[in-house]
């Protein structure tokens, strides 16, 4: 009797384990479903979020034009950030998140996304190794680069005259994320001379809410990021800066997508479309249609 109450608690435990991982989708399983689960952080503004209860922003429109291609159903999966980009890779393409369980079934597997966007498209990332030598990201291909980001300064030109470098914020506050690498450059930029005049803010949006309200005189994040917001603002007395940021380390760097390393097939078929939204110049139109600046990934820049 006791062996056989510890042979179904062991059976228990395997599958309680085993419900960790989410099974993968294959391509001819995605196709036959008729739809596609493409993965977008929530609330971020213009990349990917939420207006009137649809779907808007770059990376959206990207995944609507890749499940149009695949002749499949569009359907968001919006992400939650993590602490890094590992947990979002693990909770959200590979595995699941092991405290987002069903109470009335305990066993049920976490819904995946069959793709991530806006993941960095990054040799040294996507190789890198843990302490013990054995790849960190071994579960995910990282592929398909869509666009080239950068730093960006927008300010209020009633206030400063032009901005050829951060700083001239040693004199006059700017806005930027808290936690975020603009955050963290201005409190050791030029000996730490900025750190006082730094404001934080949990998003970019209520940094560039300040600076519409005249409460900081710029704000330091992505490129889009700041497009977007000033083009939503539409005042002529906030423009962009001519962007020296002096021990930055990267000011560019280029954005892709990530799949599970077993759906390689569908990988190939997200990234011809990707290609081809590129060199027709659809994605520049997307865009453009948002009041951004689109630059090319470096992978098509090197092959031009």
Do not use: C
């Not at 300064?153 to 206030?159: L, N, T």
């Not at 097939?265 to 939204?277: P, S, T, W």
């Amino acid at each position: 009797m006791l062996k056989n109450k510890l042979l179904s608690w062991l059976i228990l435990v395997l599958l309680a384990l085993s419900s960790t991982s989410a099974p993968a989708r294959e391509y001819d399983d995605l196709i036959d479903s008729g739809y596609i689960r493409v993965g977008f952080y929530k609330d971020f503004p213009p990349y990917s979020f939420i207006e009137n209860g649809k779907a808007k922003g770059i990376d959206v429109e990207i995944g609507k034009r890749i499940a149009e291609y695949l002749g499949v159903r569009f359907e968001p999966h919006w992400i939650t950030p993590g602490e890094n980009l590992g947990d979002d890779l693990r909770n959200n393409v590979w595995r699941g998140s092991r405290f987002d369980k069903d109470e009335e079934n305990p066993l049920a597997q976490k819904t995946l996304a069959d793709v991530m966007m806006r993941v960095p498209y990054d040799r040294n990332y996507s190789y890198m190794r843990d302490s013990t030598g054995q790849l960190v990201n071994e579960q995910v291909v990282m592929f398909g680069p869509y666009q080239r980001e950068t730093w960006q300064i927008a300010f209020d030109s009633d206030r400063i005259e032009k901005v050829s470098t951060v700083a001239k914020f040693q004199y006059h506050p700017i806005g930027v994320e808290i936690d975020s690498l603009p955050d963290f450059y201005l409190s050791s930029a030029f000996n730490g001379r900025i750190r006082n005049q730094t404001k934080h803010y949990m998003k970019p949006a209520e940094a560039y809410q300040a600076l519409r309200n005249a409460e900081v005189t710029g704000v330091m994040s992505m490129r889009s990021e700041a497009d977007y917001w000033l083009t939503q603002f539409n005042e002529p007395r906030l423009k962009l800066g001519e962007n020296g940021f002096p021990m930055i380390g990267k000011q560019k760097w280029d954005i892709g997508m990530a799949i599970r390393q077993s759906d390689r097939q569908l990988g190939n078929e997200i990234a011809y479309a990707v290609d081809r939204l590129i060199h027709s110049g659809e994605m520049d139109k997307i865009f453009q249609n948002l009041g951004l600046r689109y630059e090319l990934p470096g992978y098509y820049q090197d092959v031009r």
